[in-house]
């Protein structure tokens, strides 16, 4: 037995010198105001593993905005990005060393729900305002008076597609397809529900699909049989443009409905023509005519050489916003950060007029739009 | 007590945990038996102790127990009818037991809220601390931050979890039960000849394995404060697996070693952490070819204790 | 709806059992279940979608891509990830499973990393050609792949029972010592079943791609996990076992989704395993000396 004890004696030392091998001293957190405001702001975000392009496309909205904040030079930020493989352990220790070993003054991030339901906690419990610019599942700014975020949930976008969508065709019976393994379209699915409870549609079935699934013929078939008038779809871009070219090749015609997730034109890059007619709800449309929108497309295409996305545009305003509460704030501190971020009212963003509510979530209007020609145009 | 850094405990208290799951499938496989199920035993205690906590309110050393009871159970009712499967046959049901568990996971919402997952679960670091505050204790008192002191009673309380389980199952090994194991994996007709009661030592073992995850489960909810059905998908199975190939699956401290490195070292080398899946395939290939055994085997290890200069760190 | 749902269950079966029938050559032979079967089924999915989508080739000459390159990585696999196993005193089965694990997670990242995990449009004129029959759409994609699986398993029974080399390959799947013994080059033989079945899932891969339009890095894992599920049900080493347990396994599908809850339509697979192993663990078409083996 002594053997064995010292066996795990000897490992747990080495354990421990891992861990403290890198403990680095730690820096104070704020400086005082003097001009400009020095500020270190840490990103969590996915680089790499299966959700990598929702987080270049939301790095490179930040770093677009940190490189325009900067240049005006009234505050200076300094961006330390981690990365969390869409995992929560990993996102739990990138926040972890974002608050203790860099001593950011607030976080942006992470991704998905599922990280913030566990980063959130921690940041809130340290102090460290941290905002999600893509996590829409319900409950996230409830965590604490420390989270924030400036994405659109689905229980906002999804009532504004329906209720046009359902005005214009005289929608009377519907099906709801939706990925039941994902957070995002599991609550984009409830949103709907209840808003075809609301409007007193008929729903005729409801119908599930997994991530990644290459074959919707089963679901699509039985949709198809119920002869519904529209049928309201919870997924990402990436399933939903398989779904729709499937659901037109078996003689699906009627139209499709969606959120925020199917906004992206990356579907009617899958789709192709199966895409016309969808209709979506989003605070996104990059074919505004708005000068804000127009600037931000050309420079960001001129920095990636692609057109930006809603997760760009939502991660670009959030740094906007984020810097904005810092120069209101006057001091890069964090308790006088999160009271002047919840104060943030009327910020003019490229997703349009953005505020905060009571709960430190989303206060803005959606617009409502359908591909149409091939691209996506305003619902009218 | 500035360089206590909360960024440090957090990974160690992953190692940790993993740890506890590397040590979970070594115990199956120290009877020949491969378990690809304890990433779905795993999910059974997290949700257990997560629903127990945070619906009726549960004391959390009452909810881990729980957890990892019930996981064990499962552990037996899934264990014998395996037991008439072998090899393969086992790994492949076991691997479609956590696949239909991970589907009631996502389908049963009532109980599971889907795929939304369990959120809030008390974290044990905070309850903790709140106990320490009721008590008149302040963590100030010693010199610590709040989280720090968080950070640091969790990674203690996971060692010392880690620290009960390695014992436990280091001092089976030399009991009557730990050579019946052995000599089941060795030959599995000579051990029945020699009238060791195969089929109990094989259901023990691999129930030993599932409560073992389960644990690591349930401490795994109180660490993270949040499960969701996709924290026990395949890759979770393989990635127990890994620990046990890497570090070794001869002797306990082979997969502790294996857990503990492998989850260091994409946190260490953050940049290669995009080629992580890549390298545990083609470690898995290399090990099995080169290396077999695992890095550590009873030969290194009493080579290791031969030296008289072993105290590392 | 009856019929286009029948339609739609054995269209997936046909393909569940291409895929499966990999499996069940490799198992047949060599008692390994190659865990990597479905990355490099993905695989020949993707070269056919290169071939057909991107470069504009004809779809035989997509077929004949997939094979090439999934054969080429059967052949990788045997020589670095099976055939240092062989023969090597104490290695047990569960060596060569964990090691094709690895394989298999490997391609799984590669494919990810050239890919992406974004769906990518298999484009051919073929699986536009349709025709009704009386209230339903049949495509000519869904009869193709019907023929194709059917004539796969025949042909492989056929040339298991009835050739020369088929026979060498049962006797080296017997026993390996005694058929070596005898003249056969056992090598050889191995290294030519997990090339064929390599090969096989090369088709399954294009036949996927024309049947659903479009192929991402993950229905590898997928279709593996129902391909490995279908063998266990249908009896291990059965030809006529995968072809029945790839259709049931479809059809069942299809119909839990049609007429049930497609919420547990992917763990229907893994219940199935789950049963079976319980009433019957050889199978249903597995011979009784099947559970002896380890």
């Not at chain 1, 919840?342 to 979530?361: C, H, I, M, W, Y």
């Amino acid at each position: 037995m002594r053997r064995s004890v010292r066996g795990i004696a000897v490992v747990a030392c080495a354990l421990f010198a891992f861990v403290f091998m890198g403990a680095e001293k730690a820096k104070p957190a704020a400086k005082p105001a003097a001009e400009p405001i020095r500020a270190k702001i840490g990103v969590i975000s996915i680089i790499t593993g299966q959700g990598a392009a929702y987080g270049e496309a939301i790095t490179n909205g930040i770093k677009l905005a940190r490189d325009e904040v900067n240049a005006k030079g009234e505050v200076l930020v300094d961006l330390k990005i981690e990365d969390s493989s869409g995992k929560q352990e990993q996102a739990l220790a990138a926040a972890q060393k974002l608050i203790n070993s860099e001593q950011v003054v607030a976080i942006i991030g992470p991704t998905l729900s599922n990280e913030m339901m566990v980063a959130g906690p921690e940041a809130n419990a340290s102090g460290v305002p941290i905002m999600g610019t893509s996590t829409t599942a319900k409950g996230i700014t409830q965590i604490g008076k420390y989270v924030f975020r400036n994405a659109l949930p689905e229980s906002q976008a999804i009532p504004a597609s329906i209720g046009k969508a359902v005005k214009k065709h005289n929608i009377r019976k519907v099906a709801l397809l939706y990925g039941n393994d994902d957070v995002f379209t599991k609550s984009g699915f409830d949103t709907m529900k209840e808003v075809s409870g609301k409007l007193k549609l008929n729903i005729l079935t409801i119908e599930t699909f997994q991530k990644g699934q290459a074959d919707y013929k089963a679901q699509l078939t039985k949709i198809a049989s119920l002869k519904p008038d529209a049928v309201f779809c919870s997924a990402l871009y990436n399933e939903g443009g398989v779904i729709l070219a499937q659901a037109r090749k078996m003689g699906l015609k009627v139209p499709f409905v969606g959120g925020n997730g199917f906004n992206s034109p990356k579907v009617i890059e899958i789709a192709k023509d199966a895409a016309e007619g969808l209709t979506v709800a989003t605070p996104w449309f990059g074919e505004s005519n708005d000068p804000k929108v127009k600037g931000f497309v050309a420079k960001y295409e001129k920095a990636y050489g692609k057109k930006p996305d809603q997760f760009a545009a939502q991660a670009y305003d959030a740094f906007h916003i984020m810097a904005n509460a810092l120069k209101a704030a006057g001091i890069a501190d964090r308790a006088k950060l999160r009271d002047s971020l919840a104060a943030t009212k009327n910020f003019q963003g490229v997703l349009g007029k953005f505020s905060f509510d009571a709960e430190r979530d989303v206060v803005m209007s959606p617009i409502v739009l359908i591909v149409k020609g091939g691209k996506f145009t305003i619902f009218n | 007590m500035e360089w206590l850094n909360p960024y440090h405990l957090q990974v160690a208290s992953f190692m940790l945990i993993n740890a506890i799951l590397g040590v979970s499938i070594f115990i199956t496989l120290s009877t020949g038996q491969l378990s690809l199920g304890n990433a779905g035993f795993m999910s059974i205690g997290a949700y257990a102790a997560a629903l127990l906590s945070t619906q009726h309110q549960v004391p959390i050393p009452v909810g881990i127990l729980a957890g990892s009871l019930l996981a064990g159970a499962v552990g037996i009712l899934v264990g014998i009818p395996s037991l008439r499967l072998s090899g393969v046959y086992l790994a492949i049901a076991t691997l479609g037991f956590g696949e239909v568990l991970r589907a009631v996971l996502i389908n049963w919402e009532s109980l599971t809220g889907g795929a939304v997952g369990v959120a809030a679960i008390p974290q044990m670091g905070r309850v903790i601390l709140s106990m320490a505050r009721d008590g008149g204790f302040s963590p100030e008192s010693i010199g610590l931050r709040n989280n720090q002191f968080i950070s640091l009673s969790v990674f203690l309380v996971l060692l010392l979890c880690t620290l009960l389980s390695a014992a436990f199952f280091l001092r089976l090994s030399r009991t009557r039960v730990g050579r019946a194991y052995t000599a089941i994996k060795l030959d599995e007709s000579a051990a029945e000849a020699a009238g060791i009661p195969v089929t109990y030592y094989k259901v023990l073992a691999f129930s030993q394995g599932a409560l073992l995850s389960g644990f690591a489960g349930a401490l795994f909810a109180h660490t993270t404060s949040f499960v969701s059905p996709g924290d026990f998908t395949y890759h979770r199975a393989v990635e127990i697996l890994v620990f046990a190939v890497f570090g070794g699956s001869e002797h306990l401290l082979g997969p502790v070693f294996g857990a503990a490195f492998l989850t260091l070292l994409p946190e260490a080398l953050r940049a290669i952490s995009e080629y992580r899946y890549i390298l545990y395939g083609i470690l898995l290939v290399l090990m099995m070819v080169f290396r077999p055994q695992g890095v550590i085997d009873p030969a290194l290890l009493r080579r290791f204790r031969r030296s008289p200069k072993e105290t590392a760190a | 709806m009856f019929l286009e749902q029948l339609i739609n269950g054995v269209t997936l079966g046909s393909i569940y059992a291409i895929v499966a029938l990999g499996y069940t050559l490799v198992f047949g032979v060599l008692d390994i279940i190659n865990m990597a079967h479905g990355e490099i089924f993905m695989f020949g999915a993707f070269v056919g979608m290169l071939i057909v989508s991107k470069a504009g080739a004809p779809l035989p000459v997509a077929f004949l891509g997939a094979v090439v390159v999934t054969a080429a990585m059967g052949l990788l696999l045997e020589r670095f990830a099976l055939r240092p196993l062989r023969g090597r005193p104490g290695a047990s089965h569960l060596a060569s499973l964990i090691s094709t694990i690895g394989v298999s997670i490997l391609l799984e990242n590669i494919a990810h990393k050239i890919f992406g995990s974004g769906n990518h449009l298999f484009e051919t004129s073929f699986a536009e050609i349709r025709f009704e029959v009386g209230p339903v759409t049949i495509y000519l994609v869904q009869v193709v792949i019907l023929l194709i699986s059917l004539l796969l398993m025949t042909g492989l029974a056929l040339w298991l029972a009835r050739t020369r080399a088929g026979k060498a390959l049962r006797a080296t799947a017997e026993n390996l010592e005694t058929a070596g013994l005898l003249g056969v080059d056992t090598n050889r033989m191995i290294t030519a079943t997990v090339v064929i079945a390599s090969a096989m899932g090369g088709v399954a891969g294009v036949l996927v791609g024309m049947a659903f339009n479009y192929i991402n890095n993950q229905i590898g894992l997928s279709m593996g996990l129902k391909g490995l599920a279908i063998i266990i049900f249908g009896g291990m080493g059965s030809v006529y076992g995968a072809m029945a347990g790839g259709l049931i396994l479809g059809l069942s599908e299809t119909f839990v989704v049609a007429y049930g809850s497609s919420g547990y339509r992917d763990a229907i697979a893994f219940v199935a395993i789950i049963v079976i192993l319980l009433i019957k663990p050889q199978g249903l078409f597995g011979q009784a000396h099947a559970e002896a083996r380890r």
